[in-house]
């Protein structure tokens, strides 16, 4: 069965609730029907707005669906200043991004706090979109699958093949974000099928056939049709660009 594609806007720290009421109604107006039928639209609003974002895709009949950037992996209690898997998901949350670069890089998350954030959103019915790559010294030491894979085996260790297949896997690599300089096709394209292969090889042949894999990294209307036209890319996480909404709209619609 062929994937679906996803694409993923990640706001980041950027827009407070009223911007982003505006915003998702934006990007609401200039998707045709038709543009979810082929992709999965998804954006993550900072937590402070999600409420408000949720209201609107529920009254507009919006098929944009809800994700959040983080989560915290206790369901409640001591932890001043988290947020639970249980809140998201009863926001109507679907997706949420765990692993991202900033979060690793900035706040100190390790493949261990990763892979409990991951089950904790898996137990609360949700999606995790599980976010690696390279630094650039990493790349230029050419230990860029070492680092990679190594990510994701210390996220997915100990999950079932079935559980491993509906899951989205970002591959971000930490030089191309917000920096405007984009993986090549052919390196984003390399990346992602080594990830596949490893799920192959960790989860079986069906499992590496249904995840779905994402590009991530200063993706732009100029550049997402050629990342799409390969075959192992299923996707993207786009930060800066999903701001705009015509700019993210044209990302989407990458056919048009
Ligand atoms: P960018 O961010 O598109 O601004 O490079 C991507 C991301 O961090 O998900």
């Not at 990510?151 to 509906?166: E, R």
């Amino acid at each position: 069965m062929a994937r679906k594609d996803l694409i993923a806007g990640n706001w980041k720290m950027n827009a407070t609730h009223l911007e982003a009421i505006q915003m998702v109604q934006k990007l609401g107006y200039r998707l045709d029907p038709g543009d979810y039928d082929r992709v999965d639209v998804v954006v993550c609003p900072p937590f402070t707005a999600l409420r408000s974002v949720q209201t609107v895709i529920e009254t507009d009949y919006l098929r944009i669906q809800l994700g959040a950037q983080n989560v915290f992996w206790e369901p409640q209690g001591a932890f001043t200043g988290e947020i639970s898997a249980p809140m998201l998901a009863k926001l109507g949350v679907k997706w949420v991004v765990v692993g991202h670069s900033e979060r690793r890089h900035i706040f100190g998350e390790d493949d261990a706090m990763v892979a409990r954030k991951l089950r904790a959103v898996l137990a609360n019915g949700m999606t995790p979109i599980v976010a690696v790559g390279e630094t650039l010294e990493q790349r230029e030491a050419e230990i860029t699958e070492e680092v990679i894979g190594g990510q994701l085996q210390g996220a997915l260790q100990g999950l079932d093949a079935g559980t491993v297949g509906a899951l989205v896997i970002a591959y971000e690599p930490v030089w191309a974000i917000g920096t405007g300089r984009t993986a090549s096709n052919e390196q984003a394209a390399e990346a992602i099928g080594f990830l596949r292969r490893l799920v192959g090889e960790g989860w079986g042949e069906a499992a590496a056939e249904m995840v779905r894999i994402l590009y991530g990294g200063s993706v732009t209307p100029g550049n997402i049709a050629g990342l799409m036209a390969k075959r192992d890319i299923d996707g993207a996480l786009v930060g800066g660009a999903s701001l705009d909404p015509d700019k993210f709209a044209s990302i989407v619609r990458y056919w048009v």
